[in-house]
């Protein structure tokens, strides 16, 4: 059986930590309805107990977006930042608490100072507060990778019974490594799956060690049903899970992985590229799938293969991914109507008359000068000036 991966995209909570990419309120709705227009399944829209401005955001982004895409915030173990959650996210369509505590020795000693066992009851006691506010919890044991794996499964175990409906396993600190990690999640499933099998398993990755995908990958192979990613690997220090790698990953080798997620592939580098303009972070020229180079042969014996077959050295289309709608190029000579699509296929809003008709004003300079006006040239030109007018 062909199974679905449910995708999380968690780049307006563990994505927007990164020092620099802070967004204001009107920039994540931008970036959730574009996450809507992708397809994730659940969008993690914040940390509402953190600020009055993040609980303010996540709310917005659930009006805009709350009906057609399920929507998460997190909490710590603690009743009000459950709370927080709650009142924040309660009129989404799908909505769900995800509350996180630690499991590793490391963190239950030097975060808590208290017993595992306390520790432990911290969670189940979290769980049961938010079972009376929604139906549906997710509970991520951090640091998972790192945890004893007895005690780990005794905290699964005991929040599942106390009404748990996601089992999030996260590799907080890039630490796995995939073979590992797969076996990790396969004797979690095992045991899941005895235990209650309508319990969904999820795994949260990160990139120390330019992992993350690799161990996503490993853990789906492994019977993880739900994933976590961010797009372009936003996040706490080396990033997250790429989205865009682990869904091209199960599309490329779907024969492999016989799995696949429901998301919009010609979506992604719109959604790349407007993340790169609304924090600012520029994603490395190789980076897979969403890097400048990524699509780009450049040596004579690759481009002379090429001609004579493009699967020579082509495992996906960059058609595939959005490509295509990057292959503009205007001249003076292109109206508003075409310099508007222009600007809406890489992602950018043009519902500001105002504001377009000086864009437009600003196109026809540069496309005197400059006789043909690539895509590159039309993101420049709009970064440019929505910097100038801030
Ligand atoms: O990295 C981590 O452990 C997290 C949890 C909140 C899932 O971000
Ligand atoms: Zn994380």
Same mark, same amino acid.
């Given at each position: 059986?062909?199974?679905?991966?449910?995708?999380?995209?968690?780049?307006?909570?563990?994505?927007?930590?990164?020092?620099?990419?802070?967004?204001?309120?009107?920039?994540?709705?931008?970036?959730?309805?574009?996450?809507?227009?992708?397809?994730?399944?659940?969008?993690?829209?914040?940390?509402?107990?953190?600020?009055?401005?993040?609980?303010?955001?996540?709310?917005?982004?659930?009006?805009?977006?709350?009906?057609?895409?399920?929507?998460?915030?997190?909490?710590?173990?603690?009743?009000?930042?459950?709370?927080?959650?709650?009142?924040?996210?309660?009129?989404?369509?799908?909505?769900?608490?995800?509350?996180?505590?630690?499991?590793?020795?490391?963190?239950?000693?030097?975060?808590?100072?208290?017993?595992?066992?306390?520790?432990?009851?911290?969670?189940?006691?979290?769980?049961?507060?938010?079972?009376?506010?929604?139906?549906?919890?997710?509970?991520?044991?951090?640091?998972?990778?790192?945890?004893?794996?007895?005690?780990?499964?005794?905290?699964?175990?005991?929040?599942?019974?106390?009404?748990?409906?996601?089992?999030?396993?996260?590799?907080?600190?890039?630490?796995? &490594?995939?073979? *590992?990690?797969? @076996? $990790? %999640?396969?004797?979690?499933?095992?045991?899941?799956?005895?235990?209650?099998?309508? =319990?969904?398993?999820?795994?949260?990755?990160?990139?120390?060690?330019?992992?993350?995908?690799?161990?996503?990958?490993?853990?789906?192979?492994?019977?993880?049903?739900?994933?976590?990613?961010?797009?372009?690997?936003?996040?706490?220090?080396?990033?997250?899970?790429?989205?865009?790698?682990?869904?091209?990953?199960?599309?490329?080798?779907?024969?492999?992985?016989?799995?696949?997620?429901?998301?919009?592939?010609?979506?992604?580098?719109?959604?790349?590229?407007?993340?790169?303009?609304?924090?600012?972070?520029?994603?490395?020229?190789?980076?897979?799938?969403?890097?400048?180079?990524?699509?780009?042969?450049?040596?004579?014996?690759?481009?002379?293969?090429?001609?004579?077959?493009?699967?020579?050295?082509?495992?996906?289309?960059?058609?595939? &991914?959005?490509? *295509?709608?990057? @292959? $503009? %190029?205007?001249?003076?000579?292109?109206?508003?109507?075409?310099?508007?699509?222009? =600007?809406?296929?890489?992602?950018?809003?043009?519902?500001?008359?105002?504001?377009?008709?000086?864009?437009?004003?600003?196109?026809?300079?540069?496309?005197?000068?400059?006789?043909?006006?690539?895509?590159?040239?039309?993101?420049?030109?709009?970064?440019?000036?929505?910097?100038?007018?801030?």
């Amino acid at each position: 059986m062909n199974r679905k991966i449910i995708v999380l995209d968690t780049t307006l909570r563990d994505g927007e930590q990164v020092p620099g990419a802070k967004l204001n309120t009107q920039q994540k709705v931008e970036f959730a309805q574009q996450l809507k227009r992708l397809n994730v399944d659940i969008i993690e829209a914040g940390f509402p107990a953190s600020s009055a401005g993040d609980f303010q955001a996540v709310q917005e982004i659930v009006r805009t977006v709350g009906d057609s895409v399920s929507v998460t915030a997190l909490a710590r173990a603690v009743k009000s930042d459950i709370e927080s959650v709650y009142e924040s996210i309660k009129l989404a369509q799908n909505p769900f608490i995800h509350i996180v505590l630690g499991t590793s020795n490391i963190h239950v000693e030097k975060k808590f100072s208290r017993s595992k066992d306390a520790v432990m009851q911290m969670g189940v006691d979290a769980v049961k507060f938010a079972k009376t506010l929604l139906p549906e919890v997710q509970y991520s044991t951090e640091d998972a990778s790192r945890s004893e794996f007895e005690y780990l499964w005794q905290t699964i175990e005991a929040v599942v019974k106390a009404g748990a409906t996601i089992i999030n396993v996260p590799d907080t600190v890039g630490y796995a &490594v995939p073979e *590992e990690f797969g @076996e $990790l %999640i396969r004797k979690i499933n095992d045991r899941l799956k005895n235990l209650n099998d309508k =319990v969904v398993l999820s795994v949260h990755c990160h990139n120390d060690l330019g992992l993350a995908t690799a161990n996503t990958l490993a853990a789906i192979k492994n019977g993880a049903e739900k994933v976590e990613c961010t797009i372009n690997g936003l996040g706490e220090r080396a990033g997250n899970t790429s989205l865009e790698e682990v869904v091209m990953g199960l599309k490329v080798r779907e024969n492999y992985f016989n799995c696949h997620t429901q998301i919009q592939l010609k979506e992604i580098l719109r959604t790349s590229r407007l993340l790169t303009h609304l924090t600012g972070l520029d994603v490395q020229v190789n980076k897979a799938i969403t890097g400048e180079n990524a699509f780009a042969h450049s040596s004579g014996i690759h481009q002379d293969g090429l001609l004579k077959d493009k699967n020579v050295y082509e495992i996906m289309s960059p058609e595939e &991914v959005g490509a *295509e709608s990057m @292959e $503009l %190029i205007l001249t003076a000579r292109s109206g508003r109507h075409a310099f508007r699509n222009a =600007v809406e296929k890489i992602g950018f809003d043009t519902s500001n008359p105002n504001d377009f008709e000086e864009l437009f004003a600003k196109f026809l300079q540069l496309a005197d000068a400059k006789k043909e006006v690539y895509d590159h040239d039309v993101f420049y030109l709009v970064t440019e000036h929505r910097k100038i007018d801030q």
